[in-house]
């Protein structure tokens, strides 16, 4: 394994934008600390520590009233460093957690005591080694009642993923959009794509986060401040108000170049909803029916 990497801006801004009461950043992680909750031997980076107490500290700096803490993939299927983080939160966290397929009941329901709310299927093959579609299905078909599916695919894999999603019978939430190229703009095939695959069922909702990676300089776009990414994406949350969740994605895993500051990335809710009642939905509503539905 190569050295340890900061992935995280060092002094993010002060958004000029602020959230409404009770946003909730939807999309984040947390990494160890290490000496605490050790790494995946299946890691495919490994990063320097980003714990709760920097987690929480950014999101009061940056306005937000909650968190939703994915599992990350240098975590492999240990969920500890996420469940303890949530744990810390005073109830201001919840998470999704990435399982072994072969996970019971119990474990399950010991997930859901500690605020999971879904699991997470990775399909990205520079983040995992595998993802055994048969075994996704077989226990997104015995998740905890109010369970979510969330997954994690490049648009090139969109249609071959398409009877597998298909078959998954709770909410599926899409990382990141399925990482369109925003470089096409908003009626370019992957976007086109994507809104095909939402119109095939209700209950499909997406991120719609992470300029800093798909609209990156080194990926061909431009970069801060995101103008092919707000162009591309802006009519989707448009068209799909009530479907479309946010976050950072602090500390931006595996980040090694362009790191982005979170407060320009705060900044970019206006120019992707760019009404109140879009940045209420975005950031609240759509939030709070998935991570906290038993309030
Ligand atoms: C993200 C994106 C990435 C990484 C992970 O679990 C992870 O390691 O999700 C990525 O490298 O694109 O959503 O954090």
Redesign the pocket.
Known sequence: MTDRIVSWHSNPSKPLYTPPPGAIDA?C?VFGPMAQFPFSAKA??LPEDAGPDMLFALRDQLGFERNVI?????HGTDNSATLDAIAKSNGKARGVA?VDPAINETELAALHEGGIRGI?F?F?K??VDDAPKDKFLEVAQRLPKGWHVVI?FEADILEELRPFMDAIPVPLVI??MGRPDVRQGPDGPDMKAFRAFLNSRDDIWFKA??PD?LDAIKEGGAGDPWNAFADAVAPLVADYPDRVLWGT?WP????DTEIPDDGHLVDMIPRIAPTVELQHKMLVTNPTKLYWYDE
């Open positions: 999309h992680h495919k980076y994915v599992q990350a993939s240098c990435v997470r990775n990205l520079r983040l994690y990382d990141h986060t992470c990676r994605d931006h895993p595996n980040m």
